[in-house]
C-alpha cells in the first residue's frame, strides 16, 4: 500500500518531551512510533520490533488485551530535505500503549500518564469553576510539575529538565543504550 501524505508537526509536552504528530487528510492525528516508544522509556525501534517484524507475540498479546487495535500507517511528509516516511499510530492505541507501558514498570509511561491525567482534570475543574481555560504553557509548565514530581519525587525541584528526561528516557551513553538501564 502506498504511504499516505500527511501534515506533520512536533508535539511538545514539554522542551526535551516530544513526539511526532501527523494530521492525515481526514484531520485524524497520529503519532509516530519511534517517538511514542522513547517517551515511554523504551529503545526507540522497540515499537517497530512489535507491530512491523513480529518479535514478542507475548507484548502483541498483552496490548491487544488493552484493546490496542497494531493498526499502523505508513506516511509521507514534506521537510526541509525533501519527503520523509514514518510508521504511525492513531491517538487510541497511543493511549493504550501509554497504559501497557505503566503496567510494564516504565516510570516515564508513569510520569507521562499521570501528566496527561493531571492536565484534564484540571480543565474539567476550571471549566467546571468557570474560570478561564490555562493557556498551553501553562499547561506545559503543569505537565512539566507532574511529570518531574513523578520521575523524581524526593528532589525534582532542584534538577533541571535534562536531569529528569535522563531520569526517565534511555540515554546516550554506550551503557545506556538500547534502554538497558530502563528494563
Not at 532542584?158 to 528516557?169: F, K, N, P
Request: charged content about 30%.
Amino acid at each position: 500500500m502506498e504511504p499516505i501524505r500527511a501534515e506533520r508537526q512536533t508535539v511538545r509536552f514539554f522542551d526535551g518531551l516530544e513526539v511526532d504528530g501527523y494530521r492525515m487528510p481526514n484531520g485524524e492525528f497520529r503519532v509516530g512510533i519511534t517517538g511514542a516508544s522513547r517517551v515511554l522509556g523504551y529503545p526507540d525501534n522497540w515499537l517497530y520490533r512489535i507491530l512491523i517484524t513480529g518479535e514478542s507475540r507475548k507484548q502483541n498479546q498483552a496490548l491487544q488485551g488493552l484493546g490496542f487495535t497494531q493498526e499502523t500507517l505508513k506516511i509521507v511528509s514534506e521537510t526541509i530535505r525533501g519527503d520523509r516516511e514514518a510508521e504511525t499510530i492513531s491517538l487510541r492505541d497511543f493511549n493504550r500503549l501509554i497504559s501497557y507501558a505503566v503496567f510494564d514498570g516504565k516510570k516515564a509511561a508513569l510520569a507521562l500518564q499521570l501528566s496527561l491525567t493531571e492536565v484534564a482534570l484540571n480543565d474539567f475543574f476550571v471549566d467546571a469553576f468557570g474560570e478561564p481555560p490555562l493557556s498551553i504553557e501553562e499547561k506545559r509548565r503543569l505537565f512539566y510539575e507532574a511529570y518531574a514530581a513523578t520521575i523524581s519525587p524526593e528532589n525534582w525541584r532542584e534538577m533541571d529538565r535534562e536531569d529528569i528526561l535522563r531520569l526517565a528516557l534511555p540515554g546516550d551513553e554506550p551503557q545506556l543504550q538500547d534502554g538497558i538501564w530502563n528494563e
